[in-house]
């Protein structure tokens, strides 16, 4: 079945590591997206990509990075320079037209930094 | 994306309707409503759209206002597995290429009581 796999489902780093956070989707979509989201939040866009090679910063990038070297596949990197990374992160992706229907998820990831 | 206010949260009696406002009074002519919803610790899940006619499909129904400034998503047999975080969000159905990220909101969080 199609559908976007996150992994690991839980994660724990020590302070002042990087971390990277797996993402893969088998639905031939072109768009991906990842998200935070924060106890009793919505849902913070931190990176997306609409292209193979091409990404732009969401509203919170801060302290992120993310690579695109492959459509199937949107890692998201939470670098030591993120100050307060513990969080639930989740992986989208969306046919290129963008029409809202079309997102799907991945199950998320927690982060949690010890 | 245009700005919606839906209620913090909501409970509801298994087995009967459970309605869940949004208001989204500066909506533009061409912008729809969708619904998604999210259950504890997974990703948000698409439920329904419209654009101005009265939309159900096999999980909701979706009630838009005729001036388009509000909504109501309902459930028609709320079951506990309905328990969930409910997002509203109003967009354009497809956008050009490089604004196609969806933005999320707080949503309601809906509770059905056994």
């Known amino acids: 079945d199609g559908g976007i796999t996150q992994s690991p489902k839980y994660l724990f780093r020590k302070e002042g590591q990087n971390v990277t956070l797996s993402c893969e989707q088998n639905?031939?979509?072109?768009?991906m997206y990842w998200y935070r989201q924060d106890p009793g939040q919505g849902l913070r866009l931190i990176y997306y990509?609409?292209?193979?090679?091409?990404?732009q910063k969401g509203d919170i990038a801060e302290g992120y990075s993310v690579s695109r070297e492959k459509k199937e596949s949107f890692p998201l990197t939470v670098t030591s320079a993120q100050k307060n990374p513990t969080a639930f992160y989740l992986c989208?992706?969306?046919?290129?037209?963008?029409?809202?229907?079309?997102?799907?998820f991945g199950s998320g990831t927690r982060l949690t930094v010890v | 994306d245009a700005k919606t206010t839906q209620p913090t949260s909501m409970d509801c009696a298994e087995g009967r309707a459970a309605n869940l406002p949004c208001n989204h009074s500066t909506i533009s002519g061409n912008e729809y409503v969708y619904w998604y919803r999210q259950i504890h610790s997974q990703g948000p899940q698409y439920i329904i759209h419209g654009l101005k006619n009265n939309e159900t499909n096999e999980m909701a129904s979706l009630i838009i206002t005729e001036d388009r400034k509000s909504s109501t998503l309902i459930l028609p047999h709320a079951t506990l597995r309905d328990t969930a975080v409910y997002y509203c969000i109003v967009r354009p159905r497809t956008l050009n290429f490089g604004n196609e990220k969806l933005t999320f909101g707080t949503g309601t969080r809906l509770t059905i009581i056994p």
């Open positions: 990509s609409q292209i193979v090679n091409d990404f």
């Open positions: 989208a992706s969306s046919p290129r037209t963008g029409a809202a229907y079309g997102y799907t």
């Open positions: 639905l031939n979509h072109d768009a």
